[in-house]
């Protein structure tokens, strides 16, 4: 969470930014990110994350680098609190991101970054003409077997069930495409492959057979954990978790909300560090606009 970045620095509204031990958020889990404009030859994540915090502090933004541990929207100044210490502030954004869900099999994580993935927009291009599998039944694994069938030779979707989640055209899209095998009613016990990956093991739900798939990457599709637990009863999140933004503004006045943790549809680095500029020129103008209401009724009343 944070109030934010070098364009509030910039601005001299003397931001401070709580962000919390998983800085950098999932980008910190990415190995190149080659899909930012401004780094032609691509860029690692966390260094990335680096140059970010660095331009940031350039201007004045203060870090803490502590995960906040209550807030309190209810009037102004703002609290939020990292365990005891306190903070007061005029106006807030949120940008907690979000977390993609993982199988949980320790192959799995062993190969994060070697072939498993959560993102094929980052990563798909390193397996260009390679079979790939994605995992998932929902819009997310749909629209991510999709994209990686115009580079990959295949592309197999792995789904437990014998009935897609997705939205009906994008269901139609995946089972029409020539270059997309669906696997149903099928589960990943392992992902085989050292250093690499290079086959995705499933098993039959229904038979209990065990099978390998071929395959160079693994992206795993199962859905998205925005990180707003902590602003449950305080703004107005929707069924998913996701904080409701009109913009970046939320249901507080004052509050604003930027990248994944209200994004359910981009959930890009550039979108993300864009909407981050539309919270911050926003909460500036709020701010303007609320100081100048506070003036007006102090003139009104001498
Ligand atoms: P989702 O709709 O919740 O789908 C998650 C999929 O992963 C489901 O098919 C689910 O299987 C499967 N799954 C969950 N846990 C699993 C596990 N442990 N092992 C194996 N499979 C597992 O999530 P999403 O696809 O990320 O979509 C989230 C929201 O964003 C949706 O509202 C979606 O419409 C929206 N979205 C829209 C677009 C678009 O419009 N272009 C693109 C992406 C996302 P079951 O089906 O068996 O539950």
Not at 112 to 128: E, I, P, Y
Not at 151 to 161: E, G, I, K, N
Not at 182 to 189: G, H, K
Not at 232 to 237: S, T
Request: aromatic residues 8%.
């Amino acid at each position: 969470m944070c109030i934010r970045d070098s364009y509030t620095a910039r601005a001299n509204l003397d931001p401070l930014v709580i962000e919390g031990f998983g800085a950098g958020g999932q980008l910190m889990l990415t190995t190149d990110v080659e899909n930012y404009p401004v780094f032609p030859e691509g860029i690692q994540g966390p260094e990335m994350m680096q140059t970010f915090r660095d331009q940031a502090e350039r201007f004045g933004a203060t870090t803490v680098a502590e995960d906040v541990t209550r807030v309190d929207f209810s009037e102004r100044p703002f609290g939020v609190w990292v365990d005891d210490e306190e903070y007061r502030a005029q106006s807030v954004i949120i940008a907690t991101g979000a977390t993609a869900r993982w199988l949980g099999l320790p192959s799995e994580e062993r190969l994060r970054g070697f072939g498993v993935s959560s993102c094929a927009t980052c990563d798909g291009f390193f397996f260009k003409d390679k079979p790939m599998v994605v995992v998932g039944g929902g819009d997310s694994a749909a629209e991510e077997a999709l994209f990686l069938a115009r580079m990959a030779s295949r592309v197999t979707l792995v789904h437990r069930r014998d009935e897609l989640r997705a939205s009906k055209i994008m269901a139609e899209r995946v089972l029409a495409h020539d270059k997309i095998d669906v696997r149903w009613n099928a589960v990943v016990e392992e992902v085989v492959g050292d250093p690499a990956v290079e086959a995705v093991r499933v098993r039959d739900v229904e038979t209990g057979e065990l099978s390998d798939i071929p395959s160079a990457a693994m992206f795993v599709a199962i859905g998205h954990d925005p990180t707003t637990g902590l602003f449950e009863g305080q703004i107005e999140l929707d069924d998913e978790g996701y904080v409701v933004t009109d913009g970046t503004r939320t249901s507080v006045e004052g509050v604003f909300a930027a990248g994944d943790v209200q994004d359910v549809v981009y959930r890009q680095a550039i979108t993300a560090a864009g909407s981050g500029c539309m919270a911050t020129i926003d909460a500036e103008r709020w701010l303007e606009e609320t100081a100048a209401a506070a003036e007006a009724v102090g003139a009104h009343n001498e």
